[in-house]
């Protein structure tokens, strides 16, 4: 049957099998899909309007529905045990965010910096083993991450065969200008430490204390070591920062003691 300005309808054995739509067309019954199609043989296939006009595939024999459903320029991909409540597992909007779910619960989006992930990032998940982050390749040596600013290499995560490193800055000569000898003395800044056992405001006050320093005492005198978070603006310990002022005191020791060695040998001798 065809309708001026609406619908065609095709029927079998005088029942309604076939019928167009705004949104394209409702089989009623099972409709098989196409050779080369990437549809499987589905008991229905329709279109729904409540999902914005798109295309809902629905397999009885499996007990899923499929949405491919949009409004407007965005869309969604759906599951579910029914077609009452769908499930997102994708959605894509225009001119903005992609999202991926799990469970109903949005677990990576896309934005205009990058990608930002809900949960716990495990790289390399094998489907049993839980890690924070797992990087693995085949090399036998080379560079698992790579930070860069401005095009330069500022740090990275390397490895070889047994062993890791964090190396927190670029050291080559030529990444470098403006060059000074540093002759500040932190003989004494060490020697007037102010060490302190503490809880942090997480633990129980059971709990054993933690020992370290506290970044506003230290700041002015070791600055990287206690850079300042941009987003909860806390003071953070940078282990490596630190590293720069012990090399040069334990350069001043090394002075101070081959100065009392040279004494003793000169008292010693006369």
Not at 24 to 53: C, E, H, L, Q, R
Not at 99 to 107: A, C, F, I, Q, T
Not at 112 to 132: D, E, F, K, L, R
Not at 230 to 254: C, H, R, W
Request: aromatic share 10%; net charge negative; glycine share 10%.
């Amino acid at each position: 049957m065809c309708a001026g300005n609406g619908a065609v309808e095709l029927y079998y054995d005088n029942s309604k099998k076939l019928e167009t739509t705004t949104h394209g067309v409702k089989v009623t019954g099972s409709g098989n899909a196409p050779n080369n199609s990437n549809w499987d043989t589905a008991s229905s296939i329709t279109t729904s309007g409540s999902y914005g006009g798109g295309i809902a595939m629905i397999d009885g024999s499996a007990g899923f529905v499929q949405y491919l459903s949009g409004n407007g320029a965005d869309w969604w991909l759906k599951s579910g045990a029914d077609d009452a409540t769908p499930e997102t597992n994708i959605k894509a909007t225009h001119n903005g965010a992609a999202e991926l779910y799990y469970d109903g619960s949005v677990k990576l989006q896309t934005h205009t910096s990058g990608i930002s992930v809900t949960g716990t990032a495990m790289v390399g998940y094998n489907g049993s083993t839980h890690y924070g982050g797992q990087f693995n390749d085949s090399q036998t040596s080379g560079t698992h991450i790579q930070f860069q600013r401005q095009g330069y290499n500022n740090g990275n995560i390397t490895h070889d065969t047994n062993n890791s490193a964090y190396n927190t800055s670029g050291s080559d000569r030529t990444l470098k200008k403006n060059f000074e000898d540093w002759t500040d003395s932190y003989w004494t800044a060490f020697k007037n430490l102010k060490p302190q056992k503490f809880h942090f405001l997480t633990d129980e006050d059971s709990n054993p204390k933690c020992r370290g320093y506290i970044a506003q005492d230290l700041v002015a005198t070791f600055p990287e070591a206690y850079p300042k978070e941009v987003v909860s603006d806390k003071y953070m310990f940078n282990p490596s920062g630190m590293v720069p002022y012990l090399m040069k005191t334990l350069q001043e020791a090394i002075t101070k003691i081959e100065t009392l060695e040279t004494k003793v040998a000169a008292l010693e001798g006369a």
